[in-house]
Nanobody
């Protein structure tokens, strides 16, 4: 079994910052792509940012220039630094990871989600 455990969500005023963390543990061989998605009430889950094992990043247009994704491969951890937060960033943020388990099977994993609320 593999678990993704997120932390760092909370309530912040518009213009503030938060840093999300997601640590993977369990029967992992290797994690390849890791990323963050979010889902606001009444909306579909959407991609926020992804990062490959060698550090290549991809961002949604709505967060480019404000959010920064990074990872620590040794710790199987991905981070999301969120600056200049806006009320429209309010959502449940989910960690995602794709990789190989100890039997070298391709797997996709999701965290339980962490709430981010930005007040105006």
């Amino acid at each position: 079994q593999v678990q993704l455990v997120e932390s760092g969500g909370g309530l912040v005023e518009a213009g503030g910052s938060l840093r999300l963390s997601c640590a993977a543990s369990g029967s992992l061989f290797r994690l390849n792509s890791m990323g963050w998605y979010r889902q606001a009430p009444g909306k579909q889950r959407e991609l926020v940012a992804t990062i490959t094992r060698d550090g290549k990043t991809n961002y949604a247009d709505s967060v480019t220039g404000r959010f920064t994704i990074s990872r620590d491969n040794a710790k199987n951890t991905v981070y999301l630094q969120m600056n200049s937060l806006k009320p429209e960033d309010t959502a449940v943020y989910y960690c995602n990871a794709e990789g190989l388990d100890t039997l070298l099977r391709a797997r996709e994993y999701w965290g339980q989600g962490t709430q981010v609320t930005v007040s105006s």
